[in-house]
Structure formats: structure tokens, C-alpha cells
């Protein structure tokens, strides 16, 4: 190797390089490479669960503020369905309370993980009160996605916002764009977290772990593309809202008896 | 074409700028990133299968066991509570594989731990407390007012002396 010229290594170098990426080129192109276990089984690691397509559903969520009752039961389900950490939370509810002279007051210890504290003390005046569960809104037009710089977090065929924790980098720019403040950073897992709406549970024709536990029907969970889905009923008869439609994110989470205050 | 040499050298050049864009492009991007929009393809179907769901699928995975108690809370105003609402998920009580193996035959799986059970009241008052954001119409106790009227002490079980949860009549 001493009298290895300049020009000569250079050359060497060039050649190897060709011909290495000309062989990587084509080995991307090789049959079989792009194509994912689409030919699900049941349970089969990396397979799609028996007869889900993800193309055949657009989901959709209905909460019926006039309904809710401030249990939490929902809060509790969320963390035990999804292992969710202490002190964070995947769904959680709030209060509203507002008088004429009193202004509007919110709280939402524990995200009300535990319930609501009575508040007979201190409600003097309150004309107008309610509880406001809240989660991830999944919008169609999402600023999360937007921002994501690995595309780690992206929007599904069938209408969800989820968060590929292999390609999360844990950069939290996605945790500050969410004008709904549903996602936070996992501390174990040091990646972006957030609702799901149990992908795991929906891709199997369950209901998210919310739902079913929700006592009073507050939450409902549906597909927009059955033409039967009670959900997709409500969306196409009731009077219905969205959190902060000023923001033009398109959730997919919508609310009856949406008061002006709630933020 | 006296200096076609510069034009050959640019040529090369742009050659190997190219085909090292596409061998790190190559090396970078996961396998099925692109399969179903912007994202890797793959990570669809992980997050089917993040874990198997610890909730059942409500009352009718209970019913294989407890069909009284199923049965008997259908006729309470109750009945539009989830079983695991108030107990705990029913992976914690029985152990099965997958929900699609349990949803088959759910009678064929072991009861691994007894399920939880409240019995404190503030798991009644969670719902019952009287509060003004409660939604009209819907039974609320204000606690301290109640149990002074009927005369009986507060205690962590106070509400289980005069009322059951699977059968809550006044």
C-alpha cells in the first residue's frame, strides 16, 4: 500500500462506492421487500387481527357533556387498560364552574382519576356547572403530525393520530404543538404518549376501555363508514362541537352541549 | 470537445452524489415506511397488538361464571354499568392468552387472583355525590346531611349498611 497514489485511491474509492450503492439500489427494489404481513392471523405478531381492514373504518368519537356525571371511571379504565404512567394521563376530565358574578372556575385534581371532591362549600352563586372529559381529539388536519420531524407520529387509514414509539426520538415538539394538551413525553418509555382510542381494543371490535366503562353513556365510540353506527347517527342529526374549532385541526372528537367556556 | 474531461468529472460527480443519496436513503428508511401513507407500514399492526386488552368486552365476559349476578343486576337501574367499572379489568382475574381466544370460550380459562371488590363508599360517591355540576335528574346524596338524617355513624363502609351496589334500591 506505499506507493498508493492519490488518483489511484481515489478511483479505488469511487469504484467501491458505485458499485456498492448501485447493488444497495437494487436490493431496494427487490420483490418482497415493501410488502408487510398483510395476511393476518389471529393474534399472529406483526399481522393485522382476524378480518380488520383499516381502510373499511373511519372512527369517530361522541361525548355527551349533559350526560356526565364526573366519576372518572373512565380516567381509572384508561390507566389500567393502558399502563399508563403515574401522574399522566391519556384521558382525563375536568370541571366547569361559573356563575354571573362568579368567574369561571376549572379544576381537575388527579385529572379526576379519584373523582370530584364535593364542592357543597364554596358553590355559592354557581349557575352553571358541568364536567368535561377530554382526551386526544385525533384530528384529521393535526398539527402533531405536522411537526414531527422522524414522522414518527402520523394519522392511520382508519382515521387515528398514533405514535410509532421505534421512530419517536422523544424530541417533544409534538407535546407543545397539541393544542389540547392530550399528549405528554412517557417517562419510561422516553417517547410521545397519548390516547389511542385502545387500537388495540377497536382493531378487534371492542370498545375503547373508556367507553365501556363509562356508566351514563357520555362516551360513545363509532365508525363513521357504517351506515348503521349509531355514532355517525349523531353526527349527522345532533347539534354538535368541537374544542377549539379556531385552531382548524378537524377533530374527530365531537361534543354535545359544548359550553363557550370550555377551552 | 477540447475539455470534455470537466464535463466527464461533473458527470461522476453528480453519479456518486446520487447514488450515495440513494444508498443512504436506502439505509435510513425502515422497510415499510411508505406502505400506507407517511409513516412506517409496520407500526400499523404493532399497535394492534401493543398487548392484549385487559378490559373484557363487557357483562358477557362475566356471565360464563356469574350469570346470577349478571342476570340479577340486568333488572337494577345498575345494569348500565360495566362490571369492571367498579371491580378491575378481568385480566387481573382470569388469564387468557388473547381476547379473541376468551371471546370463543370463555369458560375455558382459570380464575388466577379473586377479583377486586369495593366496599368503601367512595366508590359510591364518586357518582352519588351531590355536586351542582351533576347533570339534572341524576340520583345524588349530599353524604354528611344523609347520614345525619338516618343516624348512623360515617365509617369507610357506610354505605354498604342500607344499600347494595348490585341491587341499589332507596
Excluded at chain 1, 506507493?3 to 450503492?21: C, E, Y
Excluded at chain 1, 427494489?29 to 399472529?44: C, I, R, V
Excluded at chain 2, 450515495?20 to 400499523?44: I, M, Q, S
Excluded at chain 2, 399492526?45 to 358477557?60: D, S, T
Aim: aromatic fraction near 8%; charge should be positive.
Amino acid at each position: 500500500m506505499k506507493d498508493l497514489s492519490r488518483r489511484s485511491f481515489l478511483r479505488a474509492a469511487i469504484g467501491v462506492t458505485i458499485v456498492g450503492a448501485t447493488s444497495s439500489v437494487i436490493s431496494l427494489f427487490a420483490p418482497g421487500k415493501l410488502k408487510a404481513a398483510s395476511a393476518a392471523t389471529d393474534m399472529q405478531p406483526g399481522g393485522f387481527p382476524d378480518g380488520y381492514d383499516p381502510f373499511a373504518h373511519l372512527f369517530s368519537y361522541v361525548i355527551d357533556l349533559k350526560k356526565c356525571i364526573g366519576c372518572g371511571s373512565c380516567v381509572r379504565a384508561c390507566k389500567k387498560e393502558n399502563d399508563v404512567p403515574d401522574e399522566f394521563y391519556r384521558t382525563w376530565v375536568e370541571r366547569y364552574q361559573k356563575g354571573r358574578d362568579r368567574p369561571v372556575e376549572i379544576d381537575s385534581p388527579d385529572g379526576g382519576l379519584y373523582g370530584f371532591p364535593s364542592s357543597t362549600a364554596g358553590t355559592e352563586g354557581v349557575s352553571k356547572a358541568y364536567y368535561v372529559p377530554k382526551m386526544c381529539n385525533h384530528c384529521a388536519q393535526t398539527p402533531c403530525v405536522q411537526v414531527c420531524p422522524f414522522s414518527a407520529t402520523y394519522l392511520s387509514p382508519d382515521g387515528l393520530v398514533l405514535v410509532d414509539g421505534e421512530r419517536c426520538m422523544g424530541c417533544g415538539y409534538c407535546v407543545q404543538a397539541c393544542p389540547y394538551a392530550s399528549r405528554f413525553l412517557n417517562p419510561r418509555t422516553k417517547t410521545a404518549d397519548k390516547c389511542t382510542w385502545c387500537y388495540h381494543r377497536i382493531s378487534r371490535g371492542l370498545r375503547p376501555a373508556c367507553v365501556q366503562a363509562c356508566p351514563t353513556g357520555t362516551r360513545m365510540f363509532g365508525d363513521v363508514k357504517d351506515p348503521y353506527d349509531p355514532v355517525r347517527h349523531i353526527i349527522d342529526t345532533e347539534r354538535i362541537g368541537v374544542l377549539q374549532p379556531q385552531m382548524l385541526t378537524k377533530p374527530k372528537c365531537y361534543y354535545i352541549g359544548l359550553d363557550k367556556e370550555v377551552r | 470537445m477540447e475539455h470534455s474531461k470537466h464535463l466527464w468529472r461533473a458527470v461522476l460527480i453528480l453519479l456518486v452524489l446520487s447514488l450515495g443519496y440513494l444508498l443512504g436513503r436506502g439505509l435510513l428508511v425502515p422497510d415499510t415506511f411508505g406502505e400506507y401513507g407517511h409513516f412506517r407500514g409496520a407500526n400499523l399492526a404493532e399497535q394492534m397488538n401493543v398487548r392484549v386488552p385487559n378490559h373484557g368486552i363487557g357483562p358477557e365476559s362475566c356471565a360464563p361464571c356469574h350469570a346470577e349476578r349478571v342476570k340479577n343486576i340486568a333488572k337494577t337501574p345498575h345494569r348500565v354499568i360495566n362490571c369492571e367499572t367498579c371491580h378491575g379489568p378481568l385480566r387481573t382475574h382470569v388469564d387468557y392468552p388473547s381476547i379473541e381466544a376468551f371471546m370463543k370460550n370463555p369458560s375455558q380459562f382459570k380464575r388466577t387472583a379473586p377479583m377486586e371488590i369495593h366496599s368503601a363508599q367512595d366508590l359510591c360517591i364518586k357518582c352519588h355525590d351531590a355536586q351542582p355540576a351533576k347533570p339534572k335528574g341524576f340520583p345524588t346524596v349530599e353524604v354528611v346531611q344523609h347520614l345525619k338524617e338516618m343516624g348512623v355513624e360515617p365509617g369507610p363502609n357506610v354505605c354498604m349498611e342500607c344499600h347494595d351496589p348490585h341491587d341499589p334500591k332507596i
